[in-house]
T-cell receptor, first 114, second 115 residues
Framework: DAKTTQPNSMESNEEEPVHLPCNHSTISGTDYIHWYRQLPSQGPEYVIHGLTSNVNNRMASLAIAEDRKSSTLILHRATLRDAAVYYCILRDVLGGGSNYKLTFGKGTLLTVNP | DGGITQSPKYLFRKEGQNVTLSCEQNLNHDAMYWYRQDPGQGLRLIYYSQIVNDFQKGDIAEGYSVSREKKESFPLTVTSAQKNPTAFYLC??????????????FGPGTRLTVL
């Protein structure tokens, strides 16, 4: 299974930007980088994904290093509702080739201070 | 609203009993998945199904069984053979389209406690 490394926890203040790092030094050329987050006592939800170029959506931005061995999830203005565990994931192909499994590590626990 | 429902939210069982966790989706997704989460840990894949009447073992299938008789339903049975069943169980679903993203959508989870 492909591996990612994330800090166990990070803190931010409300209304400030947050940069969540992820290392994935064993990434292959076709691996997408995915981010999901899990609010307390809920199921995970998709945040963003990317391959080589930086990506933006309504929730966050994803900055991918040129060598693709690391990436950073950027929350532009953290709110209290962004307090969650953030998972950086490289997908693994399931049998058949068109489907994938998500291997979740421990993720980064983001605390947002008011 | 489309989504995934899991029931019950909390479940208690006595040691040695089998218990079945429900998962239903109305997203018309082909693939469904069961994950287990222990406190402070990430999710681990138990079983997955990509089509009706077919399913495959994930990374930690021992002590669990599933069925996929309908596209929208993927119940998980935790059997007495599962040595440490107390955990948070999450069901997910996704489309399966080649060369597409196939985001997984998760249900709210069932917290199982074995007494």
């Amino acid at each position: 299974d492909a591996k990612t490394t994330q800090p166990n926890s990070m803190e931010s203040n409300e209304e400030e930007p947050v940069h969540l790092p992820c290392n994935h030094s064993t990434i292959s050329g076709t691996d997408y980088i995915h981010w999901y987050r899990q609010l307390p006592s809920q199921g995970p939800e998709y945040v963003i994904h990317g391959l080589t170029s930086n990506v933006n959506n309504r929730m966050a931005s994803l900055a991918i290093a040129e060598d693709r061995k690391s990436s950073t999830l950027i929350l532009h203005r953290a709110t209290l509702r962004d307090a969650a565990v953030y998972y950086c994931i490289l997908r693994d192909v399931l049998g058949g080739g068109s489907n994938y499994k998500l291997t979740f590590g421990k993720g980064t626990l983001l605390t947002v201070n008011p | 609203d489309g989504g995934i429902t899991q029931s019950p939210k909390y479940l208690f069982r006595k040691e040695g009993q089998n218990v079945t966790l429900s998962c239903e989706q109305n997203l018309n997704h082909d693939a469904m998945y069961w994950y287990r989460q222990d406190p402070g840990q990430g999710l681990r894949l138990i079983y997955y199904s990509q089509i009706v009447n077919d399913f495959q073992k994930g990374d930690i299938a021992e002590g669990y069984s599933v069925s996929r008789e309908k596209k929208e339903s993927f119940p998980l049975t935790v059997t007495s053979a599962q040595k440490n069943p107390t955990a948070f169980y999450l069901c997910a679903s996704s489309i399966i389209v080649a060369d597409s993203y196939n985001e997984q959508f998760f249900g709210p989870g069932t917290r199982l406690t074995v007494l």
